[in-house]
């Protein structure tokens, strides 16, 4: 029996790969072969131990455009109502294990703490109503995060 919270995520991921994905592969984003890594806040702990967040339909994989900023959609984390569906966070991750963030980018990028050390994301919570909108959304903090990123000497 598929519980209410996979519903909810197998709704959101056929969004995102039926529409979100292709208009982001027409920008020039590609599937990366760098997965995001399950880290310490897709858990929670429970009297019975840590409980993962993400279920069995969870996947991992990242897109990007410009390498080391991948694009992750996290569909198993937000809220489970009716139209929870709709609303999806998006994961901006620089693919750079323990790298210490210059002072200008750190109140931008939180820590994606791992098991063993930690990486930088960035997360915008995007409306899938209107994938278009999503689309736009994406690619313009993605533009900005790079820019960012680029001006202060953390990628070339």
Excluded at 38 to 55: C, F, I, N, P, Q
Excluded at 134 to 148: G, M, N, P, Q, R
């Amino acid at each position: 029996m598929v519980s209410l919270k996979e519903k909810i995520e197998l709704m959101r991921q056929g969004i995102i790969h039926r529409y979100v994905i292709p208009m982001l592969e027409s920008r020039g984003f590609m599937v990366s072969d760098w997965k995001r890594p399950v880290s310490l806040e897709d858990k929670t702990l429970r009297d019975e131990g840590w409980m993962a967040l993400y279920t069995v339909f969870t996947t991992w994989e990242t897109y990007s455009r410009n390498a080391p900023l991948h694009v992750y959609f996290n569909t198993f984390y937000g809220d489970i109502h009716e139209k929870a569906y709709r609303i999806c966070f998006v994961e901006f991750i620089l693919n750079k294990h323990n790298y210490r963030l210059p002072p200008a980018v750190t109140g931008i990028f939180t820590r994606l703490n791992t098991e063993n050390g930690y990486y930088w994301k960035h997360r915008i919570p995007v409306n899938l109503d209107i994938p278009e909108s999503a689309v736009t959304d994406i690619d313009s903090k993605y533009d900005e995060l790079l820019l960012l990123l680029t001006r202060s000497k953390v990628i070339d």
